[in-house]
């Protein structure tokens, strides 16, 4: 067995036991198994990819670190917290967006599919913005620039995937999907009376944001062919 199986194992087992605890409303348990999905996850980055890791990427675990916490304590400001956490999380991925890959160039079969991505991004931040602002009057501001920093890294990883059809691309398109529905789901928990079925759909996708997070970074690292450390 490769030194960094028994760290993603953790991972997926930690994945498991949230859907479990999640379905059968054992929220004490499902605390404890969403606790071990961040340390697991890092601690497989750091082995795959020999513990050399940048000052981004580091600074982005720290923040996913903390917003969990923020999530897992619910105190009065986790809320806030988790918010100001998770767009730091995004302003940094987007910067890593910009620094590592070429200026996209559309072709004239990618205007209707970039096109459709645009409506689609723009309709689901009016949608849920619309939502929260229903359901929360104060930090409004916080709330619409945190839509558009996400909305704008979902751009980048979808038009990247449209345009070059890369593996990297792919990861990127599949965290921030992840992403999207996680808040969006996060969102839903808030406005509507509480469901399983939305606070499943929403640690799942949270958990999995993370998966794919890693292995952008990873695939980011083999490509590039030199030590994130440098970044």
Known sequence: MKANKPSLILFFLALLCTIIFDCTQQDFFALYAKAVVLP????????????????TESLIFLFCFIGQVFDLMDVEVSEIGGVICFLAVYLLLI???????????????DILPV????????YLLVSVL???FDNMKKFNFLYT????VLGVLSFFSFVNYITKGTHIALLMSLMAISY??????YIFNEY?????VLVLIRDITQILAYFFMVEYFLEKAKIHKKPLYNN
């Open 180 to 185: 999207i529905f996680s808040d969006i789901f």
């Open 115 to 122: 096109s459709i991505v645009i409506i689609f991004i723009v």
């Open 40 to 55: 697991a996850i890092f601690i497989y980055f750091l082995i795959s990819n020999e513990f050399k890791i940048g000052k």
């Open 130 to 132: 619309s939502l929260q």
């Open 145 to 148: 620039f945190y839509g558009i």
């Open 95 to 109: 910067k890593l967006f910009v620094q590592d890959h070429e200026k996209i160039k559309l072709a004239k079969k």
């Open 192 to 196: 509507f009376s509480y469901s399983v």
